[in-house]
T-cell receptor, first 120, second 111 residues
């Protein structure tokens, strides 16, 4: 299998709070993890690419100081939403890709079950 | 990144075969075609992936013509529980290459 665990599944907190979301690959190593955001009835939007041991690569329009990403090990990446405000409320989803060698690995991304973030 | 085009929605009945076609005219040599299923408030679930010709697993088949400019996900004998959004993605998987999600196809299965 290729199981990705995301925690917590739901967070409700006050405006100004910082929230940390964890993404773990349980049965495989993942050099690369991805963080997405999804609004209701919309598609997933890639926020950033997280690489183990290096800085994350953010998509255009995503504030890196707002969404802090740390990928300290081959099985864990964290997303911290700093000083969250109501407009940060969304569904955040991570994915992980198995580590391997070679350019055409054909390894798909495996997704966590998402974190519903609600900022009051 | 290759752009994909899928129907916005499809309706079907239980027991029928459902075929969802995705167009990806700008697919590159390195690109694989991957399909995901997503239920509300859950992360996407990997269904199937292919590079060319036909791929089959326990839940679906993926048909890819020789020019690879389109692909068709085939779900045999759908049930109510197959009601979900299905995404077709094209990209060079592995090596940390990112994927771009399109709008997806909302499949609704009725009795």
């Amino acid at each position: 299998g290729a199981v990705v665990s995301q925690h917590p599944s739901r967070v409700i907190c006050k405006s100004g709070t910082s929230v940390k979301i964890e993404c773990r690959s349980l049965d495989f190593q993942a050099t690369t993890m991805f963080w997405y955001r999804q609004f209701p009835k919309k598609s997933l939007m890639l926020m950033a690419t997280s690489n183990e041991g290096s800085k994350a690569t953010y998509e255009q329009g995503v504030e890196k100081d707002k969404f802090l990403i740390n990928h300290a090990s081959l099985t864990l990446s964290t997303l911290t939403v700093t000083s969250a405000h109501p407009e940060d409320s969304s569904f955040y989803i991570c994915s992980a890709q198995k580590t391997g060698t070679g350019e055409f690995l054909g390894q798909p991304q495996h997704f966590g079950d998402g974190t519903r973030l609600s900022i009051l | 990144l290759a752009k994909t085009t899928q129907p916005i929605s499809m309706d079907s009945y239980e027991g029928q075969e459902v075929n969802i076609t995705c167009s990806h005219n700008n697919i590159a040599t390195n690109d694989y075609i991957t399909w995901y299923q997503q239920f509300p408030s859950q992360g996407p679930r990997f269904i199937i992936q292919g590079y060319k010709t036909k791929v089959t697993n326990e839940v679906a088949s993926l048909f890819i013509p020789a020019d690879r400019k389109s692909s068709t996900l085939s779900l045999p004998r759908v049930s109510l529980s197959d009601t979900a959004v299905y995404y077709c993605l094209v990209g060079a998987t592995g090596g940390g290459n990112k994927l771009t999600f399109g709008t997806g196809t909302q499949l609704k299965v009725e009795l």
